[in-house]
């Protein structure tokens, strides 16, 4: 699977399953894609090679471009409840 099938996958279960509104579920794509973007650029060529150390490099990248704190917050909860996903999905 793609970067982008996953975070596909993800949408349709927060859609469909969590019946999370459009504007959360957009947040929350946003975040991932530019999660992705960084990891792209980073040469991570997967969701499984994330290290912890890759996720707060980008939230700091993320903080000095200037995101508010609470911006950080959902798009750290957006990356969590990926991997949350991707773990129960196998």
């Known amino acids: 699977m793609t970067f982008q099938t996953e975070r596909d996958a993800f949408d349709r279960m927060l859609r469909d399953e969590r019946r999370m509104s459009v504007h959360t579920r957009h947040a929350y794509r946003r975040d991932l894609q530019r999660f992705a973007t960084y990891l792209t650029s980073q040469g991570v060529a997967s969701w499984a090679a994330v290290s912890p150390e890759n ?36």
């Open 55 to 90: 996720v707060r490099t980008w939230l700091g990248g993320e903080r000095r471009r200037g995101l508010a704190a609470g911006s950080l917050q959902r798009a750290l909860s957006s990356v969590r409840s990926f991997y949350r996903y991707l773990l129960s999905s196998g």
